[in-house]
């Protein structure tokens, strides 16, 4: 059931199929254990879809269609990234599962793939990079991947599952090193992020989960801890989650808030509030009259409960697109356009993202930028704030997109710009990258 389910999810047509995990489960009827094993398979199938692609189209005598191909995908993440799945198990689960949708014709091949690759898997690493799975102590017995001396994008699109044309923006910006590394952390679910919100100091806070059993470590912001992904479920259920002493948000999400300062009684516009973690930060600092909008009421409604557990106001919530519903005359103190993005910057909490980057992609990105970020300027008071922000490493969406609209708009001020880059629970974080940008309006 959980390998169906998995199925059903990758093939939904959702673009988000790890979000599907839960409601085809309980539609279902999987219990806890079951449900767990399908996000884990759909989540390793899409952070390691590349490498899964690259493995199939050694063994499969002929590419198989895409229903198969993702079956047999699923089957092949099992024999080589599921530790607790047995081999056996692995493979008579996906060959029956195969049956069962696709017919028994389809199974035998299934079957008979898996066990290619299955007979081909051998432990330990070769120091063969055509050979070698990347994060695992195993190497296939023949070479699987392209050689990275003469294809390094192709060989990262196989062996890190980063797409070869994001890989190549990586290198040309940041180096074949830094592209490697932000490839290689977007390969496992990464540690949560969580933000302490009481003034108790952090070594206390931390003690307290790890009397839980909760192991963490430091963030490098002094009130940020790291949670590992297998104790992140133990986190969100503790006594300080539901108290609402912790709150999930990654340093650079946090960060954005400190470009808008001194917010106390000012007007404040959240153009694309939801999930909300920037707009609690901003009330946590001022007592400021916050307006949240969002394009989804879905979202926005989530907002509401997030704000009670944390016991903060709830903002005024307007699910709009853009700001049309506002008054066109409605001007504020400040303005935040955290702008939808390509993601690129927690490409390890959005695996998908990766898959669906491409030049149309950024391209319509970037155009619906720009124009959040006019229709944002056109509320902002004169002498006032508006902040862009992204969770995005591309310079299109970041940089430039900033410098485009002061070209634009006469008179407008960048006051301060950073940009994170994501890194490892070892390093202390920050756990997500992206960019923000603070800039001021003209008095006239």
Request: hydrophobic share 40%.
């Amino acid at each position: 059931m959980p390998r169906d389910t998995a199925y059903l999810c990758l093939r939904s047509g959702s673009p988000t199929p790890l979000r599907e995990v839960d409601r085809y489960a309980a539609h279902r009827g999987l219990d806890e254990r079951d449900t767990g094993l399908a996000r884990r398979l759909v989540g390793t199938e899409v952070r390691r879809r590349g490498t899964l692609r690259a493995v199939l189209s050694a063994f499969a005598h002929q590419k198989p269609k895409a229903d198969l191909a993702t079956m047999l995908r699923l089957g092949i993440a099992q024999l080589l990234f599921l530790d607790r799945v047995p081999d056996h198990a692995a493979i008579s689960e996906t060959v029956r599962c195969v049956t069962d949708h696709l017919g028994l014709g389809k199974g035998r091949t299934a079957n008979a793939v898996l066990r290619s690759v299955q007979r081909a898997v051998l432990p330990g690493a070769s120091g063969d990079p055509t050979r070698d799975v990347v994060g695992r102590d195993l190497r296939f017995e023949f070479p699987v991947f392209r050689d990275p001396e003469e294809h390094p994008h192709l060989w990262a699109e196989d062996a890190l599952s980063i797409p070869s044309a994001l890989h190549k923006r990586w290198t040309q910006r940041l180096g074949r090193e830094a592209a490697d590394h932000l490839a290689t952390l977007a390969l496992d679910e990464p540690p949560l992020s969580l933000r302490i919100r009481s003034d108790r100091p952090r070594e206390l806070v931390r003690a307290d989960l790890e009397a839980a059993d909760i192991p963490c470590a430091d963030g490098r912001d002094p009130s940020f801890l790291l949670v590992g992904a297998e104790h992140a479920s133990a986190a969100l259920a503790s006594p300080l989650f539901h108290q609402g002493e912790l709150t999930v948000q990654g340093e650079h999400a946090f960060g954005v808030t400190h470009l808008m300062p001194d917010l106390s009684g000012r007007r404040v516009l959240d153009l694309c509030a939801a999930p909300g973690g920037k707009t609690a930060a901003i009330l946590e600092a001022d007592p400021a009259l916050v307006v949240a909008c969002d394009l989804s009421a879905r979202r926005l409604s989530r907002i509401s409960s997030g704000f009670q557990r944390l016991g903060l106001p709830v903002p005024f919530l307007v699910a709009t697109d853009q700001v049309c519903a506002l008054q066109e005359g409605a001007r504020f103190d400040a303005v935040l356009v955290d702008a939808p993005c390509s993601n690129t910057g927690v490409l390890a909490q959005r695996p998908g993202a990766k898959w669906r980057h491409g030049p149309q992609s950024q391209s319509a990105l970037v155009d619906l930028q720009r124009s959040l970020l006019r229709t944002a300027a056109a509320h902002v008071e004169p002498g006032g704030l508006l902040v862009h922000s992204t969770c995005s490493l591309e310079n299109e969406e970041n940089e430039q997109q900033v410098r485009g609209f002061l070209r634009e708009h006469e008179g407008w001020t960048l006051e301060e710009e950073h940009r994170s880059i994501p890194s490892s629970i070892e390093t202390g974080g920050p756990v997500d990258g992206g960019y923000a940008a603070r800039l001021r309006a003209p008095l006239h």
